[in-house]
Each structure stands twice: as C-alpha cells, then as structure tokens.
Nanobody, 123 residues
Framework: QVQLVESGGGWAQAGGSLRLSCIASGTTFSSYGVGWFRQAPEKEREFVSAISWTGGTTYYADSAKGRFTISRDNAKNTVDLQMNSLKPEDTAIYYC????????????????WGQGTQVSVSS
C-alpha cells in the first residue's frame, strides 16, 4: 500500500520560496508518476505539476511555469516541488498524489493521495 506524506509547507512572504517534499513508503516509488495539486479555500483542487516515474517528463500548470520546479529522487522515494517567486494566490493546501505508471493533470488520474501541507503567502 502506497503511503504519501507531504512536508515543507509554511509561511512565506510574496517573492519568497518554499520547498515541498513528498515522501513515499510501502512501494517501489520508481514505478509511480507523481503529481502536485493544491486547493484554496472554497475552490476546487487544481493541478500544479507532475513528473513521470523516471523523472524524464514533467508537466506544469500555467500558473507554475517559470516559478516552480518538480524533481524526484527515486533512491530516496521523494518528489520535491521547489516554489520560487511566491504570490499570495499560491496560498493553498498542497497535496501530492501518485499513480502506478501513470501521470497527468487530472485528479482522477491518481490513485493515492497524501494528507496535504499548508502553504500561506503574505503580501
């Protein structure tokens, strides 16, 4: 059973940076595509970024392009999301999700989810 735990959330000022990590256990993580999603209060969960099981393919939402970088270390069972030039509109709970040999931009493409980590950006 895949278990995902996010960490690295917290407070940042606009223009600052945070690095989120998603740590997997209970599986061979190198067989899973991983996505990051976020959900702001009273809004639907939205796609942020995704990375293939090899790390060779990455996707970004338009809102993340040029500011966020997704990466993975399969030896450590981790996927990181480096977030730079943060904006107040980046404030949300950030979730990582994984799916066996699959990646995508839609929530229903992922079968395993973490509990989320709060990111708050002040202006």
């Amino acid at each position: 059973q895949v278990q995902l735990v996010e960490s690295g959330g917290g407070w940042a000022q606009a223009g600052g940076s945070l690095r989120l990590s998603c740590i997997a256990s209970g599986t061979t993580f190198s067989s899973y595509g991983v996505g990051w999603f976020r959900q702001a209060p009273e809004k639907e969960r939205e796609f942020v970024s995704a990375i293939s099981w090899t790390g060779g393919t990455t996707y970004y939402a338009d809102s993340a392009k040029g500011r966020f970088t997704i990466s993975r270390d399969n030896a450590k069972n981790t996927v990181d999301l480096q977030m730079n030039s943060l904006k107040p509109e980046d404030t949300a709970i950030y979730y990582c999700a994984a799916s066996y040999f699959r990646m995508g931009r839609m929530t229903d493409q992922y079968t395993h989810w973490g509990q989320g980590t709060q990111v708050s950006v002040s202006s």
